[in-house]
C-alpha cells in the first residue's frame, strides 16, 4: 500500500521558473537541504523542514544557468555551468558568484553528476564524460566526440553499483533512441538500440530508471500514456558491438496522450513508480503512484494548479512545481503484497505515526543523512527482517524463474544445472516446461539473450515434447541452430510436418564449413558410412541385385566405369547425414507432408534423393540372405517381407520403432516412402535438372528391378503356400515318408 500525505511549499515566493520549468533539484550534503536551479540566473539552497531558503545566489546580468547546481559531496562546496561551458564552484559563505572560483571549458556541458561515494562527473553534450579533478586539472582539455551527429543528450542518470559510478544517458536522432552505460570501474561505455515494443506506436516523454547489480531497469512515458520497460545489463555480453534492447508494456493506459504541459515519471522503489500527468478520466493534472507489481494504483493526487510536468523525488519526498511554487510531498510505500494492493492490508502503526519504508535506496541512503551510521545499520536491519517476515516461502522452481527474468546466461546456467540435480517431483514435466517458456519468452524480449546451453540441458531431460514448448524450435530455426534442432527431432515425438519440412531445408542448405564448427553427433551415420563388405560377399561371383539378375537387362550390360565406386560414396558430410537423418527419423503423415516438400529448392531435392538412394544402397548390402544351393542367389530380406505388407499405412502418421536413435537403422521400406514422397512432390521440377538425370535413370532401373522381383515372388507365393499345407499333413502323421516335390 502507498499513500500520498499533504502538500506544502518550500517558500510563499513565486519561482522564477522559465517555459521548460526549473533546471532542477539536488540533494546538498546536509541533512534535509537541497539545491533549486531555475532556469534563469538563480541558485536557491532550501531545507525542507523548516520549509525557508537558507541561502540565494545569482550570476550576473546578460549570463545563464545551462544545467542543474550540485554539490560535491567530498569537499562541502557547490558546483554549477552556465553559459554552457563556464564552470564555477562556491561554498555557504560566498555571496556573489561573480568573485568564486571559474574554469572555462574547452566544449558545451550537458549535466554535471555527483553522488556519495565519487567525486562530480561532467557529462558533455557530444557524450564525453570527465571526473571533475582531471577537468580542473586542465580545463581546455581537448574533449572527444562520443555520439553522432544530430544526435542530442535527453536524459541522463547516476548510479553506483559495486561501490562505483555507472552513468546512462539517453540519446535521441530522427525518431530513434539509444543508450550508453559508461561503467568507471573498467572504463568502459556500452552502447544500445532501443527497440520499441509491438504493441508501442507514439514518442517517447520521460524516462526513469532503477539499477542493481546486474541490470538497470529503463522505464520510458510514451504519448500514447502507456510505460514501458527495458532492462540493460551492467556488465554486457559484448562491449564491442552496438547491442539492441527491446521495450516492452509495463503499464497500459496510466494517463492520457493529450498532454499540454508534458508527463513525468520517477521509480519509488523495487514495486512503485510516481507518474505526474493527466489521467484517462479527468481533465486537470494529478500526481499519481503505481504498484507496477501488481499493476495497481495506489494513490492519486489532483493538481488544479497545473505542473511544468517535472518530477523530483528524494528520500519520502517530491519534489514539484506547483503552479508558481515549489511544492513538497511526502509519500509512504509499504511492503508489496497483494492484500495492500489491493487496499486490505491491516496496518499495524498507529495514524500520524511515521512508518519505515520497506525499501532502501542504496544509492542515496546516506546522501540525504537518515540518521547516524549506527542507526541507519539498524534501520536495514529492521527493514530486512520485516520483508522476510512478510515474504513467503519460494520454491526451487519459482526461485530459477526468478533468476532467469534477470540474471545472466552464465548465473541461469549454473542455478539451472543445481535445479536438474535436485530430486524430482511429480510436477517435473510441467515445471521444465515453465522453464523453458520463461527462456523463450526473455529469447524474444531480448534477441541478445540466447541461452543454448541451458536449453540443451532441458531438452536432455527427455521430458519435453513440441506440444508444451512449441516456441523452442521456432527460436532454434530462427537461430539456425541444428545442434538444438538435432535434439528436438530425436526427443520430441510430435512434431508438425511443416517444423520437420523447415529443419529438412536448413539441415540441405547450411554450408559445410558452418557445420564443421558445430558440435554435432553422427552416431546415427555409422552404420551408414561402413564401407567395408564382408567376406563371404567378395567371395560371391554372382550377385542378384534385388532379387533382378543384371544379365537379363540389356542395358545394364554397358554400364560405365566407376559407377559402383560412385553409388558406395555418400555425398554428403557426415555431420549433415547425421542431420538428416534426424528427419528421417521423425514422425510423419504423408498427406500432412507432401504439401511442405513442394517448396524445397530443387538443387537440395536432388541432393536429399542422392542421399537416400545411397542410404538405400547401403541397406541392400546390409540387409540380404544367402539361399542353399550351388552358387545361390542372394536376396534382399526386404523383399520376402514386402508379401505381408501393411494396407491403409498412408493413413497413419509412420514413425521408427521406439528405440534409441544411435541404434536406430533405416529400413529400406522407409527410406522407399521417403523417395516417392519427394517424387511426387518435386517430379515435374527435378526431371528438368541436368544433374539429376543419371539418378533418376537409376532409380528407374531400382524400380524395374522391384517390379521383376515381386512378379517371381507372387508366382512362387502359391507354392510355398502348398508346402506350408503339406508341412502341416506332415506334422499330423505319424509314419516315415520320403516326399519329392516339383516347382517346376
Known sequence: MAALEEEFTLSGVPLSAGPDGLLGVEPSDRTDQFLVTHSGRTVILYKVSDQKPLGSWSVKQGQIITCPAVCNFQTGEYIVVHDDRVLRIWNNEDVNLDKVFKATLSAEVCRIHSVQGTEPLVLFKKGAIRGLEALLAEPQQK????????????WTKIFMVFKHPVLIFITEK??????????????ILSKYTLLPGQEEKSAIQSFAASANRKFISLMSLSSDGCIYETLIPTHPSDREKNQVVVRSLLLKAVVSGDVRNGVALSVLDQDHIAVLGTPLSASKECLSIWNIKFQTLQASKDLLQGTSGQLWYYGENLFMLHGKFLTVIPYKCEVSSLAGALGKLKHSYEPGSHAVPHFVNWETSQEYGLGSQNSEQSRILRTRKVEVSLQPAVSASAQLLLTIKNDTEKHIEVELRKFLAIKQTPEFHTTIGDIVTGLLGRCKAEPSFYPRNCLMQLIQTHVLSYSL?????????????????????????????????????????IDDDSLQETDISTESVFDYSDTVRDEKMEEQTEIMENGFNPEEDNSNKEKPQGTTEETTLSPVTPKRAALLNAVLHSAYSEAFLLPHLKNIPAQHVTLFLQYLYFLYLKCSE??????????????????????????????????PSNIPLKNKRMKINEIMDWICLLLDANFTVVVMIPEAKRLLINLYKFVKAQISVYSELNKIEVSFRELQKLNQEKNNTELYSIEVLELF
Open 174 to 187: 530522427h525518431g530513434n533512441y539509444f543508450a550508453y552505460v559508461q561503467m568507471f570501474n573498467s572504463r
Open 622 to 655: 546390409n540387409a540380404t540372405m544367402t539361399l542353399p544351393g550351388i552358387q545361390p542367389p542372394t536376396l534382399n530380406q526386404h523383399f520376402l517381407s514386402c508379401i505381408g505388407r501393411r494396407q491403409g499405412e498412408a493413413d497413419n502418421r509412420r514413425s
Open 469 to 509: 514448448c512449441p516456441g523452442l524450435m521456432e527460436v532454434a530455426l530462427e537461430k539456425t541452430d541444428v545442434q538444438i534442432l538435432q535434439l528436438c527431432l530425436q526427443q520430441f515425438p510430435d512434431i508438425p510436418e511443416s517444423v520437420t519440412c523447415a529443419c529438412l531445408k536448413i539441415f540441405l542448405s
Open 143 to 154: 574533449i572527444e566526440t562520443v555520439i553522432s551527429d544530430e544526435e542530442i543528450i535527453k
